[in-house]
């Protein structure tokens, strides 16, 4: 049985998205999923090179960024969404950034509006 004080969680539709940073040395990253909070997701010092697939809720638009640190260097961001290469962006520099961003397809089927597996 629920508690009274627990709402019940609602669905969104979700579309599957994949980060990847290409690089050497570190950075910070923040990026869009599906989280309780709907925040994106941050993350400091992360080895290079990285790369996450995850759920975006549709409505919600699946973003990647990069931030340099101190040292510089060079980081490239890629994003697919549903598979298929949307963009590339490219962080150059002391406390250089970039980000990759890109729009959620409204749903195509009654499965995908059921959320895809």
């Known amino acids: 049985m629920l508690d009274s004080d627990e709402t019940p969680e609602r669905h969104v ?3 599957s998205v994949t980060y990847e940073v290409q690089g050497e040395g ?3 990253l923040t990026w ?3 989280s309780e909070s709907g925040k994106a997701v941050e993350a400091r010092d992360v080895t290079l090179p990285w790369k996450k697939t995850v759920r975006v809720p ?3 638009p699946p973003i990647v960024t990069i931030t340099l640190g101190e040292k510089g260097g060079r ?3 890629q994003l697919a969404i549903r598979g298929k290469h949307v963009q590339t962006a490219t962080a150059f520099g002391k406390f250089g950034r970039a980000t990759c961003q890109g729009e959620l397809p409204a749903p195509e089927s009654p499965a995908d509006a059921q959320g895809e597996q």
Do not use: F, I, V, Y
């Open 75 to 77: 980081a490239s961001c």
């Open 58 to 60: 549709l409505g919600k």
């Open 13 to 15: 539709p979700t579309a």
């Open 32 to 34: 869009q999923a599906r």
């Open 26 to 28: 570190t950075a910070d």
